[in-house]
């Protein structure tokens, strides 16, 4: 089965095959982007429209990704595409400051009160990595708290412990805590100044915290974990945690990168972090962080201080980016994230239903429009439970991740899934039942290989979908 699978896909996307190969020439792996390569290797796609892209052999797909939660207005929004066909024709980055700047941060600020004052960078991992040094800068402390399987970018700080790969691991700063995962090429000197604890474990922070009281400059984490299994926050953590960082004289920063397509975290929840950090949504499709917080910290980078912070970026707050995210802002408001909402809700109880149908262990969990589904009878609460439910499931993950591609179904190879703001429910509907179809066709295999994930259950074997035409809805 694994192997029919696999070569359906390779008849599929003979384009994407030699693409693929004339690619490698260039670029190690094919690509420049460790989470969009896969085997035999990756679809190449030539454009985007509504909901939906176009691989290089012309077929369609319904895109349930959107580029890692990016492009949430879809791939062709007029009011992005005007606004950024008009901005290019004033210019890109014109070298100082624009009134985009302001009219930018003035809709963010609006929008999240914690944002009193704010920098622009390039990317999320700019942002992140600007908002540690900011805490490190304004309490003169070292120490950062992260939380294992935190993914906030790839600067050295950043991936300690990001992926909980089980792989090679050191010592933790902290000598009795659980050793932690270095990326390679993240020096060693790192792990003197992050300590990592388990998400959704507020007694932890409370142990480190007060084992480390005076050293800790401030704690980073996502509400949502995304890379680390769309796992939420449990009722009440975020709380405490702001209780425990104030109480401890540490900044606690929120990365909503990643979630400021659920709405932002903090309004719907009501905690307040001292800093926080944007990208994605915020740029329209188009490259832009964001990092601020409390106006008292931020005026770390005025340069009327006797010594500021010197933040230099030649494309931060670039034209561009800004006249796209404006537009971006002016269209997504309650009404679009209620629609990304429903869609969440309809997509996860339609996974669990798939799953039930096809007899397999499983369930989806996430929040508003970002999703993941887990295999096995218990969904995990934090990021070491997730890894160990993906832990010897690479091969199943990435049959289910091919077999959906075949169907014309995008999606994260990893198990990510984001909904447009133009996507319908029946795309969603045609989704989860593609999914069931692709886990009936996979039994034989999950007997083989994962017989503890099979359960009773009603499991017709699957035939063969319709191919996605030009005309595929979104």
């Not at 094919?30 to 892209?53: I, S």
């Not at 960078?121 to 708290?145: H, K, Q």
């Not at 142990?207 to 995304?226: C, F, H, N, Q, T």
């Not at 990643?258 to 800093?275: E, I, N, Y």
Request: proline share 6%; charged share 20%; hydrophobic share 40%.
């Amino acid at each position: 089965m694994a192997e029919q699978i696999t070569e359906r896909y390779r008849a599929l996307s003979p384009a994407s095959a030699r693409a693929f190969e004339a690619a490698a020439g260039s670029l190690p792996g094919g690509d420049t982007r460790t989470m969009t390569t896969y085997t035999p290797h990756p679809l190449y796609f030539d454009r985007g429209e509504g909901a939906r892209v176009q691989d290089l052999d012309g077929r369609w797909y319904h895109d349930m990704v959107a580029n890692y939660g990016a492009l949430t207005h879809g791939h062709d929004h007029a009011a992005l595409t005007g606004a950024v066909t008009r901005q290019i024709q004033h210019g890109t980055a014109l070298g100082g400051p624009s009134t985009l700047q302001y009219r930018h941060a003035d809709q963010l600020r609006a929008r999240v009160p914690a944002l009193e004052r704010l920098r622009y960078c390039n990317s999320g991992t700019e942002a992140t990595m600007w908002a540690l040094r900011t805490a490190r800068a304004y309490t003169g402390r070292d120490i950062i708290v992260k939380i294992d399987g935190g993914y906030h970018g790839t600067h050295d700080w950043g991936h300690v412990s990001a992926f909980l790969t089980g792989g090679e691991t050191h010592p933790q700063l902290l000598p009795d805590l659980p050793r932690v995962d270095l990326a390679p090429g993240v020096p060693e000197t790192v792990l003197r100044s992050v300590v990592t604890v388990p998400f959704n474990d507020a007694e932890a922070v409370a142990d480190v915290l007060s084992r480390l009281r005076g050293r800790v400059a401030g704690m980073i984490v996502e509400p949502v974990l995304g890379v680390g299994g769309g796992i939420p926050a449990r009722p009440g953590y975020l709380q405490e945690v702001r209780r425990l960082t104030s109480r401890e004289g540490a900044l606690l920063i929120f990365d909503e990168c990643a979630t400021f397509r659920l709405g932002p975290w903090q309004v719907k929840h009501g905690v307040r972090p001292d800093l926080c950090t944007l990208s994605k949504i915020v740029g329209g499709g188009l490259p832009l962080g964001v990092f601020g917080g409390r106006a008292d910290i931020m005026s770390l980078f005025d340069p009327a201080r006797p010594r500021p912070v010197y933040h230099a970026s030649a494309f931060g707050g670039n034209s561009l980016s800004l006249a796209a995210g404006i537009a971006a802002l002016e269209t997504f408001g309650d009404a679009e994230i209620a629609h990304l909402d429903r869609l969440g809700e309809r997509l996860r109880r339609g996974l669990d239903l798939a799953a039930r149908e096809a007899g397999v262990l499983g369930r989806a969990v996430g929040e508003g429009g970002l999703s993941y589904f887990h295999f096995g009878a218990v969904p995990p609460t934090d990021a070491a439970g997730s890894a160990a439910a993906r832990r010897n499931r690479d091969r199943l993950r990435a049959l289910v991740h091919l077999n959906l591609l075949n169907e014309g179904f995008l999606t994260a190879r990893h198990g990510l899934m984001c909904q447009h703001i133009v996507t319908q429910a029946s795309a969603v509907d045609a989704f989860t039942a593609a999914f069931a179809d692709t886990l009936r066709l996979l039994r034989p295999y999950l007997a083989d290989h994962h017989p503890e994930l099979l359960c009773e259950g009603p499991a017709e074997p699957a035939g063969p979908r319709t191919e996605p035409t030009d005309g595929a809805t979104s």
